[in-house]
């Protein structure tokens, strides 16, 4: 049965020969003199072997103990209800008193008042990821990895209160003090989990999302403009410098949005397929210790993790037992800093390839589907997916299956592999039953028109993503929390120009607040049919790669940041921070 | 011998026998894991206890005598570097000035050369006499290997070989942790010392237990 990648086993053992090496040289305690004389130094005093020893062969770390693939069903996370009081009960104000961490004032509690409240608990608790390894001691929402799915409605605002329970013992790594950021939400500053809004244990943190489509105050008064609905959010903890190894511990999950023509009711509106058939996956790679079978994270890398086990919601290659007929799928790509390209993988026919249809880019549904061989995602980008299981006989099995190559943080290397000579991720099993399908089938359907992007932008400005000594930087610059690079006037359009500076290496880019249409890539317009004549929050740089990106800043002030999404970068100062405000300023190079 | 050191070869070298479930034992389940804090885990991966010499001569252990217990600021460098060294160096004497009279207390700050060769005691005395370091800053050299594995265990290290070997363009980071509470980070070297400071401290014991340790002390 195939499940770990022929091409990396070479490499794996290598990665494992190393660490293993280097774990009984610390435990022997050897000195200098011992080590030469075993010849592990020469004489000039390097170490002899470059793979044998080096921290990090191949981009590795350590190696994970096997498991067995498909133990454990797909684990779908709970949907979060809504709570009929909150105690104390929300104010506008911080409530520092009460032990709120909050420091600004909720701008848009007036406009919007929440319709329903909620309240969510970020604690540490035991979890199983496959049975072949012990219990993992993860930080959750709720007690649950992912966190519970909020179901959310246009026209519905929601408060969210977020308690910090987090233990003072990290068991090795993560730091208890949090910001949930709530991805590509058109949501006020204060309430958006800026990096720097975070808060300690025992505090509590009240985030208003107001759930109203962009232009809502300007452009398209009093509901905004339907055009930029959007539908598959994430959640995930956004603490500052800390981002990585808290998200690695758990801290994420979905949020999706709903209106009257994406309705979770597959009879209604677009006629997506919806309740038991609206899956979310949110893929993670991650790495358990040889000796401990507990989940680790190298504290002593800026950049780039990568797992050498593939879960999908918080299990090591789960199976899904699927009815024969269609499905949506809502894939994102969990990080830290592994980028993927999923195909539909038969292993008893591998020259076949099953289309399937992508109607979303960013969880933003495309102005019409369009039909694909494969979807490619880096961190933190969505994609949702129909599949159409009906094409499949009853009781056979398909793979979803990684085949990009990656063997650092440096990005993919370019090589896509052979079909089944990747990493399969999750097996689907095809159950006999007949079963209807309401929805409607993706050929036939129609979704939002793109937003016009001919208005004349205020300012361009540009950014560098780089990297000097190992430093990464924007625009030559280091992310600080008080450090307001530019100030985007409210309402105003912008155009910026994102370049990859960085020589080898790829850099997912995220801003926060607006979504971005790309205007060109390399000097070029996007084609159409392409998934990426969309509306976008995370930005893809390839290498030498330069992008034109048009912005519509509008409704809600304060301060926002953008940064690179492998979170190892984004920790290390591969951010910047902007505000929008009444004036704005026109730095260019900002 | 060139190459890869192999399991069987490294057994042999270290008089150890094979470890039973390390390789091939791809685990009859259910396993037995191993025990060990996460702590011990963190030192066995990235702090090996070699011995280094400060620029007072002084010989020291780096787990035992740098890392155990404290806060601690650590990066590389070297006394002729002219690229990103003065910068970052200028920056963590910033950042001492600004921490205080907690540097040599309780949070220290460690320079280590890339060119031990060169970098002897006296040298890096010179350097800290020229640079005004305080007390509760060393710099330390060592064994060529051993300051290799050190830099190669701290992750001071570039993906990309042929940059990694260019010691003039070496990683500017600085890594700060408190060991006792496991808690790790790092930034740019050439971030602002306020910032960088910042930074440290959030890693820094509860006001509760600072407090305790102060009367103790």
């Given amino acids: 049965m195939p499940f770990v990648s022929r091409i990396d086993r070479g490499k794996s053992r290598s990665r494992q020969i190393a660490a293993l090496n280097r774990r009984e040289i610390v435990a022997a305690r050897l000195s200098r003199r011992e080590m030469a004389k075993l010849g592990l130094l020469t004489s000039a005093g390097y170490l002899v072997a470059q793979h044998g020893l080096s921290a990090r062969a191949s981009g590795g770390g350590p190696e994970s103990p096997p498991t067995t693939p498909w133990e454990l069903p797909l684990s779908i996370p709970p949907v979060k209800t809504p709570v009929p009081t909150l105690t104390p009960q929300w104010t506008t104000a911080p409530n520092t008193a009460a032990g709120e961490g909050r420091t600004r004032a909720h701008q848009a509690t007036g406009l919007f008042p929440p319709a329903l409240l909620y309240e969510v608990h970020q604690r540490a608790e035991q979890k199983s990821v496959h049975p072949d390894l012990p219990l993992q001691t993860l930080w959750t929402f709720d007690g649950h990895v992912p966190g519970p799915t909020y179901h959310a409605y246009y026209g519905q605002p929601i408060l969210v209160r977020n308690v910090n329970d987090l233990p003072a013992d990290n068991g090795g790594f993560g730091l208890p003090s949090v910001s949930t950021h709530l991805h590509n939400g058109h949501t006020p500053s204060e309430s958006d989990g800026f990096p720097c809004d975070f808060f300690e244990r025992g505090q509590f943190y009240d985030h208003h999302y107001p759930n109203v489509l962009a232009g809502a105050l300007s452009t398209h008064p009093p509901d905004g403009d339907l055009n930029e609905s959007m539908s598959t959010l994430w959640y995930h903890d956004h603490r500052v410098d800390h981002t990585a190894e808290n998200v690695y511990k758990g801290l994420a999950g979905f949020y999706l949005l709903f209106n009257q023509h994406d309705t979770g009711d597959e009879g209604t509106g677009f006629r997506l397929p919806s309740g038991e058939f609206d899956v979310p996956m949110i893929f993670t790679d991650r790495v358990f210790d040889q000796d401990t079978g507990l989940l680790a994270f190298d504290l002593m890398n800026e950049d780039g993790i990568l797992g050498d086990k593939f879960l999908v919601n918080g299990r090591i290659q789960p199976f899904f037992q699927v009815k024969r007929r269609r499905y949506r799928f809502r894939w994102l790509d969990g990080g830290p800093s592994r980028f993927y390209q999923f195909h539909l993988t038969n292993p008893s026919s591998l020259g076949t390839v099953y289309p399937f249809w992508q109607i979303s880019n960013d969880g933003n549904l495309l102005p019409a589907p369009i039909q694909v061989s494969n979807v490619r995602l880096s961190v933190a980008e969505r994609a949702d997916v129909i599949i159409d299981f009906s094409q499949f006989p009853a009781g056979s099995t398909i793979y979803l299956e990684n085949r990009l190559e990656q063997d650092d943080g440096r990005g993919p290397d370019g090589d896509v592999l052979p079909a089944g000579q990747g990493n399969y991720l999750l097996r689907f099993d095809i159950l006999p039953d007949s079963v209807t399908d309401g929805s409607a089938h993706p050929s036939t359907q129609q979704f939002y028109a793109l937003p016009s992007t001919t208005a004349t932008p205020r300012v361009t400005r540009t950014f560098r993503f780089e990297r000097t000594n190992g430093q990464w930087a924007i625009n030559g610059k280091f992310f600080s929390c008080n450090d307001v690079r530019f100030r985007v006037q409210k309402n105003s359009v912008e155009r910026w120009i994102l370049q990859n500076s960085s020589g080898g290496w790829m850099h997912p880019i995220h801003i926060h607040f607006e979504e971005f249409q790309i205007l060109k890539s390399n000097g070029s317009a996007i084609p159409a049919g392409s998934v990426l004549k969309s509306r976008k929050d995370v930005m893809r740089l390839e290498h030498n790669h330069q992008v034109e990106l048009f912005f519509r800043f509008r409704d809600f002030e304060g301060r926002y940041p953008m940064h690179c999404h492998n979170t190892l970068h984004e920790d290390h100062a591969m951010m910047l921070r902007w505000d929008i405000d009444a004036t704005g300023d026109t730095k260019t190079n900002p | ?217």
Avoid at chain 2, 162 to 180: A, K, L, M, Q
């Fill in chain 2, 1 to 217: 011998m060139t190459g890869s050191v192999s399991r069987r070869q490294l057994a042999v070298m270290l008089g150890l026998a094979p470890l039973a479930g390390a390789l091939g034992a791809a685990a009859t389940p259910p396993r037995k894991w191993a025990e060990i804090s996460p702590r011990d885990r963190i030192r066995d991966r990235h702090f090996p206890n070699v011995e280094l010499v400060t620029q007072l001569g002084e010989k020291v252990r780096f787990y035992d005598d740098l890392i155990k217990d404290k806060l601690v600021v650590i990066n590389f460098m070297y006394a002729t570097c002219e690229g990103v060294c003065p910068k970052v160096m200028h920056n963590l004497g910033r950042v001492q000035k600004l921490l205080g009279d907690r540097v040599g207390r309780d949070i220290f700050l460690y320079s280590i050369t890339l060119k031990p060769q060169l970098d002897t005691p006296e040298v890096l005395a010179t350097y800290a006499e020229m640079h005004g370091l305080g007390p509760g800053w060393l710099l330390l050299t060592g064994a060529p290997g051993d300051v290799e594995l050190l830099r190669r265990r701290l992750g001071f290290v570039d993906p990309d070989p042929e940059v990694d070997r260019d010691t003039s363009n070496h990683i500017g980071n600085v890594r700060y942790g408190n060991e006792p509470l496991t808690r790790w980070g790092s930034c740019p070297g050439m971030s602002d010392p306020q910032w960088i400071v910042e930074s440290i401290l959030w890693l820094d014991w509860p006001q509760q237990e600072r407090d305790e340790k102060g009367a103790r002390s």
